[in-house]
């Protein structure tokens, strides 16, 4: 069975400052990691995505992820918030084996103060 | 590319009316695709899993008969609320498989008067 754990409900940042958003997963297989964001009343976008190939993933908007199987972790990171970054994260694992069924954690919503 | 779309993004229905929801691959062939459900603050749940030319395949705890999913054509699949209720009332997303990765759409916001 696969899981995912979004360790974080909510995370509150100041502008300009780094944002961690925590993501920890339990597989039987190598599992393929997403993080996507949903802005309000939006449908979900994909902001990077681990495919068993580089461990450090850089995705779109400054978001950048690291695959540690050791913790088994996919934390989504970036340098600097801004205020549109401000939204609901989840982070998804899906197995091959599954033929890409995926399984969402409950996401972390993501406030920007300015 | 690899563009999902639903139609439409938002419906407002009676109690005891049925309503269709589309879900198309623009630009590419899908012939799986999956529907989710997500209530407010909360994740998406996966409701069924569609594939072409056959049965949809439904998560425990969803009714089929009431959720009535057509995948007719590698394109387009189709989810219907039957005898909607207030209860029924969520944002309904779907996604299509690509070469092992789900595209979603933008989501249809059901609400059940």
């Known amino acids: 069975a696969q899981s995912v754990t979004q360790l974080d409900s909510h995370v509150s940042v100041s502008e300009g400052t780094p944002v961690l958003l925590r993501c920890n997963y339990s597989s039987s297989y190598s599992p393929s990691l997403f993080w996507y964001v949903q802005h309000p009343n939006k449908g979900l976008q994909l902001l990077l995505k681990?495919?068993?190939?580089?461990?450090l993933v850089k995705g779109i908007n400054g978001f950048e992820a690291e695959f540690k199987k050791s913790e088994t972790s996919f934390h989504l990171t970036k340098p600097s918030a801004h205020m549109s970054d401000a939204a609901e994260y989840f982070c998804v694992v899906s197995f091959n084996t599954n033929a890409g069924k995926s399984t969402f954690g409950d996401g972390t919503t993501l406030t920007v103060k300015p | 590319g690899a563009v999902v779309s639903q139609h439409p993004s938002r419906v407002i229905c009676k109690s005891g009316t049925s309503v269709k929801i589309e879900c198309r691959s623009l630009d590419f062939q899908a012939t799986t695709m999956f529907w989710y459900r997500q209530f407010p603050k909360k994740s998406l749940m996966l409701m069924a899993t569609s594939n072409e030319g056959s049965k949809a395949t439904y998560e425990q705890g969803v009714e089929k008969d009431k959720f009535l999913i057509n995948h007719a054509s590698l394109t387009l699949s189709t989810l219907t609320v039957t005898s909607a209720h207030p209860e029924d009332s969520s944002f309904y997303i779907c996604?299509?498989?690509?070469?092992?990765?789900?595209?979603f759409g933008p989501g249809t916001r059901l609400t059940v008067l």
């Open positions: 996604s299509a498989l690509r070469e092992g990765k789900q595209f």
């Open positions: 681990y495919t068993s190939a580089a461990t």
